[in-house]
Each structure stands twice: as structure tokens, then as C-alpha cells.
């Protein structure tokens, strides 16, 4: 099994960042059917191959992923993908 691990700082409210990572889960879960749910500031998400969560703090998020064996051959791309929609929602 393949885990990716990103942190990354943001200077936004806590709030705002949410809101960012819940519209970006929601525009993943839509392309590629990953389902997901908050607890806290928590959101977990999973689909056949890959579960995980980011944890969103006052002034950081960390994404953890771990792949199944599969998804774990694509490891490259997926992190791209995520560091991608990281630059492009998160401040």
C-alpha cells in the first residue's frame, strides 16, 4: 500500500479554508466518485482504492492518503492532482 502525505500552511481563517477543501471534495467526488464526510475538522473520504483524510487547523492542512494496490501505481499523478487543486483553492 502507497501513501501519500502533504502539510501545507495556508493564511486564511479556519472557516474559509473548509469551505475551500469541502469544494474541492465535492468537485473530486463528482469526476471521480469519492465519497466524503466531515467530523470536526476532519474530512474523511474513501471510493474502491484510496481512503483518507485532511485535517484542517487554524493556519495548516494535512492530507494522508493511502492507496490500494492498484491506485498505488498511479501514485505520481494522484499527488500531482492534489497538489494542483491545492494551489488552486487554498491560500
Not at 64 to 79: D, H, N, V, Y
Amino acid at each position: 500500500m502507497a501513501v501519500i502525505d502533504i502539510r501545507r500552511s495556508h493564511s486564511s481563517n479556519l472557516k474559509a479554508t473548509k469551505a475551500a477543501v469541502e469544494k474541492v471534495a465535492k468537485a473530486i467526488g463528482e469526476e471521480y466518485g469519492v465519497d466524503h464526510h466531515w467530523d470536526g475538522n476532519d474530512l474523511h473520504f474513501d471510493r474502491s482504492g484510496i481512503k483518507g483524510c485532511i485535517s484542517v487547523a487554524k493556519d495548516s492542512l494535512h492530507v494522508r492518503c493511502e492507496l490500494g494496490f492498484l491506485m498505488s501505481a498511479m501514485k505520481p499523478l494522484i499527488e500531482r492532482e492534489i497538489e494542483r487543486k491545492l494551489d488552486e483553492h487554498i491560500v
